[in-house]
């Protein structure tokens, strides 16, 4: 008995150190970062993990080229509104 408590307790806290150390080792961006803010949102899912587009998403590069910063804060405080007013977004 006293020896089945101490595999369990091993392997407990085995298991609990490990869980620290990948927390307290976790990479990533930091936190509040913009690139932490684009994966905590979950535009990688459709934008892809670098930005390069796939075919839920557009390629996010060149931004400038296609948005005024006012109309992209419009979209992103409510893309329905302003996909539907937008033949492009469409």
């Known amino acids: 008995m006293t020896t089945t408590r101490s595999v369990y307790a091993g392997v407990s806290l085995g ?7 990948a927390a307290c080792g ?11 803010l684009y994966i905590d949102l979950g535009c990688a899912k459709c934008h892809g993990a670098d930005r390069e587009g796939q075919r839920s998403g557009p390629p996010l590069d060149a931004l400038a080229d296609r948005w005024q910063e006012g109309s992209l804060l419009e979209y992103l405080n409510d893309p329905k509104a302003v ?3 937008n033949p492009r977004l469409k």
């Open 26 to 36: 976790a990479s990533g961006p930091p936190a509040g970062s913009p690139e932490a």
């Open 83 to 85: 996909m539907e007013d």
């Open 15 to 21: 298991t609990l150190a490990i869980l620290v150390l």
